[in-house]
């Protein structure tokens, strides 16, 4: 079954601390993507990837890394500079070519302590 | 800067009413254009696309939307709703070139039964 797996579902995080939310996608695409939703401002782009070893940031990537070692492989983490973290973290993908549609997980709502 | 603006952020109808979300984004040049929806409890997912050819594109569950380029606008109707059309929806726009999709605001539907 063919999908993007976004983990884990609820996430909680302390002051000072980093944490990294996973995304796996097995469709074989080039591109990932993350987004942070907000009430009230839809998605906005943290960064993308559209190759291996390979990302770039997105609109608000302060606060914000990721690492691309695997196609397959996503991962975002939420480093204590991130002042206000809270928010649903969506990742997707595409496959890389211009006009793909967007697939995407079914997200990570982070909350801080 | 490039952006996607939708009208409105919340709308509420009832069963059998027509529906026309607007949705206009910045001059940038050609322009992919998408509608994508969510469900309670459920992934982002697509529901209409533009490319190219006929500016009046047709998804599922019968919504439609139009591409006037002249008004940097890309609307979604649908004649009739249904309860189940109770969901958030997103207009995003893919600028001819770039891997960046960028998002609406998004407008939350209740439909009444």
């Known amino acids: 079954d063919g999908g993007i797996t976004q983990s884990p579902k609820y996430l909680f995080r302390k002051e000072g601390q980093n944490v990294t939310l996973s995304c796996e996608q097995n469709?074989?695409?080039?591109?990932m993507y993350w987004y942070r939703q907000d009430p009230g401002q839809g998605l906005r782009l943290i960064y993308y990837?559209?190759?291996?070893?390979?990302?770039q940031k997105g609109d608000i990537a302060e606060g914000y890394s990721v690492s691309r070692e695997k196609k397959e492989s996503f991962p975002l983490t939420v480093t204590s500079a991130q002042k206000n973290p809270t928010a649903f973290y969506l990742c997707a993908s595409s496959a890389g070519r211009n006009n793909e549609k967007l697939f995407f997980g079914s997200g990570t709502q982070l909350s801080v302590l | 800067a490039q952006s996607v603006s939708q009208h409105n952020h919340h709308v509420i109808l009832s069963e059998a009413a027509s529906l026309e979300l607007g949705c206009n984004y910045s001059y940038g040049g050609t322009v992919n254009l998408f509608w994508y929806v969510q469900y309670p409890g459920q992934h982002l997912q697509l529901l209409l696309k533009y490319f190219s050819g006929d500016p009046l594109v047709k998804g599922i569950k019968g919504f439609e939307a139009e591409f006037i380029k002249s008004k940097f606008s890309f609307n979604l109707r649908k004649p009739s709703v249904q309860w189940s059309d109770t969901a958030e929806y997103f207009c995003a726009v893919l600028f001819t070139g770039g891997f960046k999709t960028i998002f609406g605001a998004g407008t939350r539907l209740f439909v009444k039964a």
């Open positions: 990837s559209q190759i291996v070893n390979d990302f």
């Open positions: 469709l074989n695409h080039d591109a």
